[in-house]
């Protein structure tokens, strides 16, 4: 045993010697070991959705989605792995409200202050506007913060004590219709009552009222023959510009838009849709012809205003530049515009050239339909769309609103979704990237809720949607591209029984001939065109999670990190982030 001691520690000490002839080299080594360590666990860093959701069932259901590593691959095998490691958790469910809840609204969220609160409001139609705050960072693994509940159905709850519940407004006397925090400051809501009411965060009272005019019956009883609520009145839906000085909102039994002055509070226009802008639109004879949901784009230099099947995209000009057909036809549930500020693909943007804007699209059928609206279709093929999908409006006058081009979609039964998606969320990863990022480099997260009550997140990057995609391309020239094309493939299948001299014919003359025969060949209106087929699917389904109720309407944001050497006590953040916010106040 005594000289196996001695061996051991020879050797002990022959090692001890050659260790300091090592040390120079070892720190480079450690370096350059962990420079890669730490930049793949960034890359790889876990990212936690906070998604909440309304129901027909008054319940406000607060779910946290973690996902451990996002994976970018395409393969089946490696999107079914990482569908498997997306952790649902809720956070916090019960009754908001005496009857259905219809609307959510988040106030905007800054990456650099993740000990900010997060203000939800939530109405329904039970004329109340609840408040509350929510914590902008995951809830702490610790025992001390985060409290883990074993449930029967196998679903994991975990409580963030830093949530918290304000109280209610009620100014209004109708069911609340819309909610929209421009800043944390301000609070616009709009209800039945035909009014939008703005008030301030910082003590919750109303600085002003918008009352819109209440529509007059139009075959209907009208005087005592009237019963309540029988004329339909209220505001449907409202947007706000960029600027925070111009508003758009669209109202029940108004066949028109009407334009507000947020500095003055009163009237800037009325703007009505014309029959033909409306039977363009997919608005029937018995339909209402009254706007569902508007919405500006980031710019502010376009907006849109969706009806029951149908979407027209205004200019700042406020006149129509194209229009949104769902094809097959499906009513239409909701819009929401695709952030992609920073992208660029081929070249660089021109200061002349107007950005491209997506716009994405809910529809009954489960799908989530993504148009270009700066490329706009010809007005033959929107014409042959409309007669192939509606053989009854051939007499019809020809279309004088072109079709946006759709680029590709979400969902639908390609994609096993057949419910209807009542509302989504589009959320940009591209803000923890580099500046210097690229439109390959744009990543989105797509929460959809349908009325079953399924939550399903899906890993869109933004190169699947259109990779030839050049940002503020002229859309005039992309359409006589298109359409050179096309009568260039008519020609050459008109020409198979031709000698191949006439089939060598300049190109020129084959769109010429083309164009000549167009009208006279029936099956030339009954083509299948780009809006009708073609479309290509899009998405990888991450998870579902089944929150056992209807869903009316849903919001969901990114939670930030939290801080090493942020504080724990939740009084001291909370008055922080009200002082913050009378500050902000004070300042405007």
Not at 14 to 41: D, F
Not at 93 to 104: E, K, T, V
Not at 355 to 380: H, K, M, Q
Not at 448 to 454: D, P, V
């Amino acid at each position: 045993m005594a000289k196996r001691k001695r061996e051991v520690t020879d050797d002990v000490v022959k090692t001890n010697k050659q260790q300091p002839q090592q040390q120079p080299s070892s720190p480079a080594v450690k370096k350059s070991a962990s420079s890669p360590s730490s930049s793949s666990a960034s890359s790889s860093a876990p990212i936690t959705l906070q998604i909440i959701t309304g129901s027909y069932e008054r319940v406000l259901h607060g779910i946290t989605a973690t996902i451990p590593q996002l994976s970018t691959n395409e393969n089946t095998t490696e999107n079914s792995s990482a569908s498997s490691e997306v952790k649902f958790s809720d956070t916090f469910l019960f009754s908001a409200h005496a009857s259905a809840i219809r609307c959510i609204a988040l106030s905007p969220i800054t990456t650099s202050d993740p000990s900010q609160k997060v203000l939800l409001a939530s109405g329904g139609t039970d004329e109340r506007i609840n408040l509350y705050h929510l914590s902008a960072t995951p809830p702490p693994s610790s025992k001390k913060g985060a409290v883990s509940i074993p449930t029967l159905a196998g679903t994991t709850i975990t409580e963030n004590p830093k949530n918290r519940e304000l109280g209610s407004l009620m100014h209004h006397s109708s069911s609340i219709s819309a909610l929209y925090f421009p800043s944390r400051s301000k609070l616009l809501s709009a209800a039945e009552d035909s009014t939008i009411a703005i008030s301030r965060s910082r003590d919750w009272t109303v600085l002003s009222t918008i009352k819109a005019p209440v529509p007059k019956p139009q075959g209907r009883p009208s005087g005592d023959t009237a019963g309540p609520g029988e004329i339909p009145a209220g505001i449907n839906d409202f947007s706000v510009h960029p600027s925070m000085k111009l508003m758009v909102s669209v109202s029940k039994g108004e066949r028109c838009m009407r334009l507000w002055n947020l500095v003055t509070g009163k009237k800037a226009g009325v703007l009505n849709f014309t029959r033909e802008m409306l039977q363009e639109a997919g608005e029937g004879r018995w339909s209402s012809g009254e706007g569902r949901k508007v919405e500006w784009d980031a710019a502010g230099e376009e907006f849109v205003v969706s009806f029951e099947r149908g979407a027209i995209v205004f200019g700042m000009d406020s006149k129509p530049k194209g229009r949104i057909m769902p094809q097959p036809p499906s009513k239409i549930h909701q819009i929401r515009y695709v952030s992609t500020e920073g992208a660029t693909t081929e070249g660089e943007k021109a200061e002349d050239e107007q950005p491209n804007n997506i716009l994405a699209v809910s529809t009954e059928d489960g799908r989530i339909i993504f148009y270009s609206t700066s490329t706009l279709l010809p007005l033959s093929e929107s014409a042959n769309t409309t007669t192939t999908t509606a053989p009854s409006t051939a007499n019809k006058p020809a279309p004088t609103i072109p079709l946006c081009k759709p680029l590709a979609q979400l969902g639908g039964r390609a994609a096993g979704v057949s419910s209807r998606i009542k509302d989504f969320e589009i959320l940009s990863l591209s803000q923890s990237s580099d500046a210097g990022a690229g439109a390959a480099d744009t990543q989105f997260l797509v929460v959809t809720a349908s009325s079953t009550g399924a939550v399903q997140l899906w890993y869109l990057p933004l190169s699947d949607l259109d990779p030839e995609l050049d940002i503020g391309a002229d859309a005039s020239t992309e359409a006589e591209a298109e359409a050179e094309s096309k009568s260039k493939s008519k020609s050459k299948k008109s020409k198979k029984s031709k000698t191949s001299k006439d089939a060598n014919a300049d190109a020129d003359a084959d769109v010429n001939e083309s164009d000549i025969r167009a009208p006279t060949t029936p099956s030339s209106t009954t083509t299948a065109t780009p809006a009708s087929t073609g479309i290509k699917q899009v998405g990888h389904p991450l998870g579902v999670y089944d929150t056992g109720n209807r869903i009316t309407c849903l919001r969901a944001f990114v939670m930030l990190a939290p801080q090493p050497g942020a504080p724990d006590n939740d009084e001291e953040s909370l008055e922080a982030s009200e002082d913050e916010s009378s500050d902000d106040d004070d300042d405007e």
